[in-house]
């Protein structure tokens, strides 16, 4: 035991400074010191009984580990040099502190730059359906270029769209490889009626056809050219501009028609015309009946240029036109438009209020008022006839403004009041913008009508 302690003493020493010696050989061992030294190697007897303990250490791993061989004396230990040792002993250290670091604390070496990353980003919420944050609203693609404006003939085949293909969608139907008849002809008439052309229209229509194209195979085609030729014989001699006398300042024009008609719409519409050309347009806001008609109209006036007159709910509407015409006449307005009631032509005491409103514009201007335009909505079909005929004959309409064309497929019922009244139908209307109101053209109609690209 006393020779172990002692090697490992000798071992653990080995290397370190030593008191400087005398230059020369080195000092002999004495004989009681290698006594001594001999005494220690040699094996000491031990009890049967005691357990021998096992060498943990492993002859390979002894000299992996850079130990003395067993054939090495003591003496021969001064042969190992101090710099093999330190290495080994740093070698030793590196690899025990490599296998203390857990498996689970190891990681790549890009994690810790990820881990600072997300730390440093702010967490962002899931929106739910219909939110959006700021960065996402932020990135939205930007809108679409505008699509190049239609021309008026486009506008107005599109809002037609509905009576067009219905109408000769029946007419290709019914001249489906079949020859001109009496019976064919008899359908077409009952055909066109029903499309509200009316009875003078469909009669031109099949005349002109049986006289040039009887006992003939006849296509839909056909019919629909013999068709558009003969509605612009009817349009075309009440497709007329509205004439302005400049001379009565102002020129008053009274817009009558029946409730939903556009009354108010078409009166902005038509003072967005009048005053963009340089005329001094005044706006009286007659329905006294509706504060929504009244609003309305001021911000049409608003929006045009227009000077505004009005009163409050439920007044006069004759004071309202007696004061509207002396303001015009001393501010030397060139064109009053009139607004008015929208009144069921069925109702006696109503349209008598219609009649006096005319009347105190008559007595302030014999010829006043210069214009009574009727405006009629397309959707009511037939109604419209008999519409037409009522206000003639009670404020004297003069003129014809048809709207909502692209909201019916009846827009037929054009032609057949043309027919009947001979009226001048001035503009018509096939939407809501202020450029949906366009001076009536008998061609572009009759085209559009029976879907004939122009």
């Known amino acids: 035991m006393t020779m172990a302690l002692g090697f490992i003493k000798k071992?653990?020493?080995?290397?370190?400074?030593?008191?400087?010696?005398?230059?020369?050989?080195?000092?002999?061992?004495?004989?009681e010191e290698k006594a001594a030294i001999s005494a220690e190697s040699e094996p000491r007897g031990r009890d049967e009984d005691l357990p021998v303990a096992e060498d943990p250490v492993l002859a390979e791993e002894m000299e992996t580990a850079g130990g003395?061989?067993?054939?090495?004396?003591?003496?021969?230990?001064?042969?190992?040099?101090?710099?093999?040792?330190?290495?080994?002993a740093e070698e030793e250290a590196e690899d025990a502190s490599v296998q203390e670091i857990p498996a689970s604390e190891a990681a790549p070496e890009e994690e810790p730059a990820a881990v600072t990353a997300s730390a440093t980003e702010p967490v962002v919420p899931v929106l739910p359906k219909g939110f959006a944050t700021a960065e996402a609203r932020a990135h939205e693609p930007e809108a679409p270029a505008p699509a190049e404006k239609l021309s008026w003939f486009q506008r107005l085949k599109a809002g037609l769209f509905r009576t067009?293909?219905?109408?000769?969608?029946?007419?290709?139907?019914?001249?489906?490889?079949?020859?001109?008849?009496?019976?064919?002809?008899?359908?077409?008439?009952?055909?066109?009626?029903?499309?509200?052309?009316?009875?003078?229209?469909?009669?031109?229509?099949t005349d002109t056809l049986?006289?040039?194209?009887?006992?003939?195979?006849?296509?839909?085609?056909?019919?629909?050219?013999?068709?558009?030729?003969?509605?612009?014989?009817?349009?075309?001699?009440?497709a007329k501009p509205l004439a302005l006398d400049l001379s009565h300042k102002p020129h008053v024009i009274l817009v009558v028609g029946v409730n939903g008609t556009g009354k108010t719409t078409t009166i902005g519409k038509l003072a967005a015309k009048l005053s963009g050309s340089g005329l001094k347009v005044m706006l009286a806001a007659g329905d006294t009946f509706r504060a929504a008609a009244i609003e309305?109209?001021?911000?049409?006036?608003?929006?045009?240029?227009?000077?505004?007159?009005?009163?409050?709910?439920?007044?006069?509407?004759?004071?309202?036109?007696?004061?509207?015409?002396?303001?015009?006449k001393a501010e030397k307005s060139d064109v009053l438009i009139i607004d008015t009631a929208g009144r069921l032509q069925n109702k006696a005491e109503l349209m008598a209020e219609l009649e006096k409103i005319v009347r105190v514009l008559g007595k302030l201007d014999p010829?006043?008022?210069?214009?009574?335009?009727?405006?009629?909505?397309?959707?009511?079909?037939?109604?419209?006839?008999?519409?037409?005929?009522?206000?003639?004959?009670?404020?004297?309409?003069?003129?014809?403004?048809?709207t909502k064309l692209d909201g019916t497929a009846r827009g037929g019922i054009l032609v057949a009041i043309a027919a009947k009244h001979k009226l001048?139908?001035?503009?018509?209307?096939?939407?809501?913008?202020?450029?949906?109101?366009?001076?009536?053209?008998?061609?572009?109609?009759?085209?559009?009508?029976?879907?004939?690209?122009?």
């Not at 009626?193 to 229209?201: H, N, P």
């Not at 009163?311 to 015409?325: H, M, S």
């Open 11 to 31: 071992v653990f020493t080995f290397g370190k400074e030593k008191p400087a010696e005398a230059p020369g050989a080195p000092a002999e061992l004495t004989a």
């Open 68 to 88: 003395p061989a067993d054939d090495l004396s003591p003496d021969d230990l001064s042969m190992v040099p101090l710099e093999l040792l330190e290495a080994e």
């Open 164 to 205: 067009s293909s219905q109408l000769t969608g029946q007419i290709s139907a019914l001249f489906l490889k079949r020859k001109l008849d009496d019976q064919t002809l008899e359908e077409l008439e009952d055909l066109l009626i029903q499309a509200d052309l009316g009875v003078e229209t469909a009669l031109r229509v």
């Open 210 to 238: 049986a006289s040039e194209r009887y006992g003939k195979d006849v296509t839909g085609e056909d019919v629909t050219k013999i068709m558009a030729t003969e509605i612009v014989k009817v349009l075309k001699p009440v």
């Open 296 to 328: 309305q109209l001021k911000i049409w006036a608003d929006r045009t240029g227009s000077t505004f007159i009005g009163t409050k709910l439920g007044a006069d509407a004759a004071g309202l036109a007696y004061e509207a015409f002396e303001r015009a």
């Open 367 to 402: 010829d006043a008022p210069h214009t009574v335009l009727q405006t009629l909505d397309a959707t009511t079909g037939q109604n419209a006839l008999q519409q037409v005929e009522i206000f003639r004959n009670v404020a004297g309409v003069n003129g014809l403004i048809m």
């Open 424 to 454: 001048p139908v001035y503009f018509i209307g096939v939407g809501e913008g202020i450029d949906d109101l366009e001076p009536f053209e008998a061609e572009d109609f009759a085209s559009a009508i029976a879907g004939i690209a122009r």
